[in-house]
């Protein structure tokens, strides 16, 4: 089981570039999230997905679109990247919802310059 | 609201020695509490937790008490091994279920 893989692990992206961080999971979970982590902050969410075919807003949503692509699959994407955007981007997913345990992938971080 | 406080970092410590980690919240109703473990170049991996008053959540050593008349719930562990470096996150999910609130995060070395 290779759990919650993430693609890219780094990236560079200049002011009002695009781009999509890809996510999967292989454990048949209905739950999935993006998660950004700043520096002296904790994790913050970005959007989730409670079972596939739908998608919700978290904490901090603007700038962001996702796709829950199929039950495993769930990319956030960057229409025009800000300096604001420069974080490390997690992905999770649990069974189903928040009481479930959540399992994370490695991280993609991303600098916008 | 909801929030989560966390002492600052970074902890050192000599192997062997006792951590304790600081973690108050605020929070209407009754969460559920949540210690999270960050190792070098990972995600975040669930630690311990304690969905009520007085639950104990225990795991690799470590423990943590959900103390609702002090709104805490620091991580403890007796005796720490260089292998429990980490950023250690302590978290809330409200009882609402819909979202997770976490601390800002301890970073711990422990040295040999």
């Known amino acids: 089981n290779a759990g919650v893989t993430q693609t890219p692990k780094f990236q560079v992206l200049k002011t009002g570039q695009s781009m999509t961080l890809q996510c999967a999971q292989d454990m048949n979970h209905n739950s999935m999230y993006w998660y950004r982590q700043d520096p002296g902050m904790g994790l913050r969410l970005i959007y989730y997905s409670a079972s596939e075919g739908t998608t919700d807003k978290g904490e901090v949503p603007n700038g962001y679109n996702v796709s829950r692509l199929n039950k495993r699959e769930f990319s956030l994407r960057l229409e025009s990247a800000a300096p604001s955007q420069t974080s490390v981007y997690f992905c999770?997913?649990?069974?189903?919802?928040?009481?479930?345990?959540?399992?994370f992938g490695p991280g993609t971080r991303l600098t916008v310059t | 609201g909801n929030s989560v406080t966390q002492m600052e970092g970074p902890v050192t410590l000599s192997e062997e020695a006792f951590l304790t980690i600081n973690c108050t919240y605020t929070a209407t109703g009754y969460p559920s509490l949540f210690w999270y473990v960050q190792y070098p170049g990972e995600g975040l991996q669930l630690l311990l937790k304690?969905?009520?008053?007085?639950d104990k959540g225990s795991n690799k050593g470590f423990e943590a008490t959900y103390r609702k008349e002090t709104t805490s719930f620091h991580l403890e562990k007796g005796s720490v091994q260089v292998s429990d470096s980490a950023v250690y996150f302590c978290?809330?999910?409200?009882?609402?279920?819909?979202?997770?609130?976490f601390g800002t995060g301890t970073s711990l070395t422990v040295i040999p």
């Open positions: 999770a997913s649990s069974e189903g919802g928040f009481f479930y345990e959540q399992y």
């Open positions: 304690a969905t009520k008053a007085d």
């Open positions: 978290a809330l999910l409200p009882n609402t279920g819909n979202q997770f609130y």
